[in-house]
């Protein structure tokens, strides 16, 4: 055969190999394709090899994976009047490849939007104190109003967590200020409930002591032996109570006379 019998078939075999080339798509595990026929939805296809028909039927790739989003910075209004700002991050993923694809121009710009409004609007209902205390609570929150609202769009959204609340030098000082204030509130507090139950068990020990007159005496002996178990000087001597009775009861008058016995 001679080499110009074969031109004219170089031609159509290389445009054949382009359309075989440019209709074998592979698809990988976590991917699929959506796949249009003359404009309109045909199916989702994948993962593996597919054969699409160049010219009359489309394949828009979708990546099934966990997506982060990286909510950017938004300044909030706290509901007692206070200015901060808050980022955060988004944990989605697709779910649906023909809602994706077809209900929205842009699932993850339409995400990041709407990770950005309700991030504001949800923050913005609770005070400065809940933002900083309360953060699992509020991730919760945003996470269930996001996903109630992505999932017309196929999207599910696995998790948001609220990473930075950022105050500015003035609210951080009167946090500090508001932090050592509630510190001496309960030091004192404890203090107080200490002297009260202090006082208690002293009146309960004074009942005891009372109905028995030896206990006094036991008591007292105890506080002298941990007195003497100190390096003191000092020396304590007993004196009973009854041997200065005498000295305290009223002396006679001078004006009155002595009885005279038998007078």
């Not at 509020?138 to 769009?153: G, R, V």
């Not at 020396?235 to 009775?245: A, C, E, G, Q």
Request: glycine share 6%; proline share 5%; hydrophobic share 45%.
């Amino acid at each position: 055969m001679n080499l110009g019998d074969i031109i004219p078939y170089i031609a159509p075999t290389v445009v054949l190999l382009l359309i075989l080339g440019s209709a074998i798509k592979i698809l990988p595990e976590y991917e699929r394709g959506v796949v249009f026929f003359l404009g309109r939805f045909q199916g989702v296809k994948g993962p593996g090899l597919i054969i699409v028909i160049p010219g009359i039927q489309q394949i828009v790739r979708v990546d099934l994976r966990v997506i982060t989003l990286d909510v950017p910075s938004q300044d909030v209004i706290s509901k007692d009047n206070v200015t901060v700002r808050v980022n955060a991050v988004l944990y989605f993923r697709v779910v649906d490849p023909e809602k994706a694809i077809i209900r929205v121009e842009d699932y993850g710009a339409a995400t990041s939007q709407l990770a950005q409004t309700t991030l504001r609007s949800v923050l913005g209902k609770h005070d400065l104190d809940e933002m900083l205390s309360e953060r699992d609570k509020l991730n919760a929150d945003i996470q269930e109003i996001i996903d109630a609202q992505t999932e017309e769009w196929g999207i599910k959204v696995a998790n948001v967590e609220i990473k930075h609340v950022d105050l500015n030098e003035s609210m951080i000082r009167a946090i500090a200020r508001q932090a050592e204030a509630e510190r001496e509130r309960r030091a004192k507090v404890i203090h107080a409930e200490g002297e009260l139950q202090a006082s208690r068990k002293l009146v309960e020990a004074a009942e005891v002591m009372s109905v028995n007159s030896g206990a006094m005496q036991l008591r007292y002996l105890q506080t002298l032996a941990d007195m003497s178990n100190n390096n003191s000087s000092t020396i304590v001597f007993p004196l009973p109570m009854d041997l200065l009775k005498t000295f305290m009861q009223n002396p006679p008058s001078k004006g009155d006379a002595p009885e005279t016995p038998g007078a």
